[in-house]
């Protein structure tokens, strides 16, 4: 039974367990209402807000980091429930490697290691890194690369891991790959201009082979991409969160999928 109108601290308990259990009705009637034919396939997110979660919190950066890493396995394993098949998380820009501190970005890369790791010792979920990862650290990117062998085979939820990510630089690492490949073949520059298409370009990104995300998601109350999949957001939706990445919770998932399934998705007609 949940208790009122004491001031003894039992007041404190009952509001929160009233709290949950308003929460938790509202959160199952939302899942209730999602058509299952109208989920996303490719959900990519933009994780925002952990340094602000540390300083509101009293801690230091490394901590906001740490709980935005909790976070992430709880979020695909509400992916994994719904039959999301694809997960993109941007965990570090290329901008990043340039505004962050050397100190900031060792801890950064070693949460980002674990991570990974913990996604794959699921051995349920695929690894699969996309970025420049000639910008980490040569032990990060080894890490990473064994991790996603690893796992290769594994056929449940893939989870691409954005780390030294950008999209200008993934793009501009397409065109360049690109080049590479057809005069590796002797195809002239005039030629190549003859024939170029977005195909051409696509076969090269960080992600080829993959489907384009269908929804997009932001936290921490931030409405813009950032540079996230420039190239493969172009008819995506988006979902925006006044919730910082670590304070992320169910019921934020559940209302950005009812978002999404209740959009016309017109693909420019």
Sequence with gaps: MIRTGRVDGSDTVSAMGLRELVYGAYQRRVAASLPPSALPRHIGVILDGNRRWAKASG??????????AA????FLGWCDEVGVEMVTLWLLSTDNLI??????LKVLFG??????????GTGHWRVHPVGALDLLPASTARRLKELEDASRDVQGLHVNIAIGY???????DAVRSLLQSHAAQGTSIEELAEILDVEHIAEHL???????PDLVIRTSGEQRLSGFLLW?????EFSFCEALWPDFRKVDFLRALRQYAQRERRYGA
Excluded: F, M, N
């Design 232 to 236: 493969q957001s172009a008819h995506s």
């Design 111 to 120: 949460i980002s290691e674990d991570v990974a790791g913990q996604i794959a």
């Design 166 to 172: 950008g999209g200008r630089r993934e793009i501009a």
């Design 99 to 104: 505004g962050r501190s050397p100190e900031e």
């Design 71 to 74: 976070k992430i396995l709880e």
């Design 59 to 68: 801690t230091d950066a490394s901590e906001g980091h740490r709980a935005g």
């Design 206 to 212: 960080y992600t080829r082979g993959q489907p384009d």
